[in-house]
Every structure is written in structure tokens, then in C-alpha cells.
């Protein structure tokens, strides 16, 4: 069993009948959606799930798992999704598949949140991993220029064929090459103010739980928010 599928079967354990349930984005959540699906169909579990982009979604409906948008439940219970990187002090990057959006509106409105990563996503402090930046595409060629002004290395994030890659809101990621993100707090109020910005992948203060696969198993760590 590969370190995402593990972490994946074992932050599903953390599901409960009648709850509303986040269902994250990216190839470590995928694991987690497809024993959610099971527990389902083997267990008799019965939840209610809320998904943070359309190819969670996707994979949601083809295991019969029930759905509700964010805007039709009260508040989500849990929501367990991946991250990119995850800081000492508890601190993410979020967004390498492009779903920082969605995935922080439901982290947001959860009681609880679990990440789940691999140990090569644990790291001292947040940058080696480009920050995504979301931006709406009208004047997003001055936020190139502002980004590059502040010393931010700004990359506009194209697919393989050299297109723009659009989020689910239509929206263009900009990269931020920054090697070391020294005041996650300082960058987050900056680039939150920012006109055309939408969102940013620092998930600053969120999390309450992260389980983190090593070769020897999962291990859980409680954060301090
Ligand atoms: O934030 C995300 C998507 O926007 C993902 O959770 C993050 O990129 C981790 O993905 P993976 O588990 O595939 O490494």
C-alpha cells in the first residue's frame, strides 16, 4: 500500500454516521473518497458529502455517495483533504491542483479538519512548494507585474500543451517561487488585499488534525491552531 492510500483509509476511520463530510481535492484525498465510498456500500455508513472541486465530485457520484453543496448544509462536521506542504507550526500550502478556492470556503465552514499527506510534505517552514494564487483573468497581467515588482517570482500556471489552467470558477493560477515564506501571516494579509485576487493557497491556523504517512504507518499529530 502506497503512503496516500494509507493515510487516506486511515482519516476515513475518523467518519461517523450522520455526518456532513468535506471531501478534499488531489491524488491523496482520491484515497480517502474511495473508502469513504466503500464503508458505504460494505459498512452501512451514511453521510453527506460536500466536495471541493469538480473531479472530487465526479468521483463522488460514481461511488453513490450522497451531496450537498456548501450553501444547502448548516456547517460541514469534517472535511479531510491533502496539502502540498505542512509547516512545523501547523501551517499549509494548499492548491497544487488548482481547488485552493472551494477547498478553503469548506475548510472554513468545518468544525474539524484533517489533512492527510505523505512524510515528504512535512517541512520546517512554508515555500520550496510554489504558492498557487488564485486571480480573476481580468488584470491578472498587472498582477503579474505587481507580483514581480515585490520580488514574489511569479509564474502564470499553464498545462502541458502550454494553455492556461482555469480553475472551476474560471479563474487563472499565478505561482509564487518564493523558496522560504519566512511570515506566513505578514504574506497572507498582503496578498488578501490585493484587487483580483480571489484566494491564496496559505491555509494559515486551520487544521486541527494531520496524519502523516511513513513507511513504518500513519501517524497523527494534533495541532496547535
Ligand atoms: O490542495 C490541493 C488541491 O488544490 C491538494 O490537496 C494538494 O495539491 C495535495 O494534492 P496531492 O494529494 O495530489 O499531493
Redesign the pocket.
Known sequence: MNL?EMVGIEAAKHVKSGMVVGL???????YMVEEIGRRMKEEGLDIVGVT??SATENQAKELGIPLKSIDEVSHVDLTI????EISQAFNG????????LF?KIVATYSKKVI????QS?MVEDLGKFPL?VEVIPYGSDQLMRLFTEKGLHPVLRQDEQKNIVKTDSQNYIIDLHLEQIKDPDELANWLDKQVGVVEH?LFLHMVDTVIVGYEDGPKTLQATK
Do not use: R
Request: hydrophobic share 30%; charged share 25%; aromatic share 6%.
Open positions: 496516500k478534499g481535492t488531489g491524488s491523496t484525498a482520491y471541493t472541486s483533504d491533502g496539502a502540498d500550502i494548499k492548491g497544487g491542483g488548482a481547488a485552493l477547498e489533512w492527510i499527506v505523505d510534505k498557487p493557497g
